[in-house]
């Protein structure tokens, strides 16, 4: 299934091609502050994406192992990469519906924020993910 995403005034547009896993949340306290609430996101293969509009995107290093794709003309939070791996994280609530895709766990609950709660059911986790 080919999915679609893009950011808020539409000068990035990614194409899909295939995901890994459904859709994690994550709670860490970077995720929090890039996106004002939990980072949900979508792993993809890095060679399944291809992205219009790449001149609009801007890179940020959030850390030593890991940078944050935006757009640079409406600001929208889209990816995340790792140094380490072969794939990025593409912004859930970026993709057009309908998705098909089912949010599957929430990572790093530990650090998450203390305004709300996560009452879904789903497994939650205090760091990184079980797998």
Not at 57 to 77: I, N, T
Not at 90 to 113: C, Q, W
Request: proline share 4%.
């Amino acid at each position: 299934m080919t999915l679609t995403a893009q950011c808020l005034c539409g000068a990035i547009l990614a194409t899909i091609g295939e995901t890994l896993r459904q859709p994690t949340a994550c709670h860490c306290g970077q995720c929090r502050r890039w996106s004002g609430h939990a980072w949900a996101s979508v792993s993809v293969p890095q060679d399944r994406i291809a992205v219009e509009g790449e001149e609009n995107l801007r890179w940020f290093r959030s850390s030593d192992s890991a940078q944050r794709g935006f757009c640079g003309v409406c600001g929208s939070s889209l990816f995340w990469k790792g140094d380490d791996g072969d794939k990025i994280e593409i912004a859930a609530g970026a993709i057009a519906n309908p998705t098909g895709l089912r949010l599957e766990s929430h990572i790093y609950v530990a650090d998450k924020g203390d305004y709300y709660d996560i009452a879904d059911g789903l497994p939650q986790y205090p760091q990184s993910s079980a797998t």
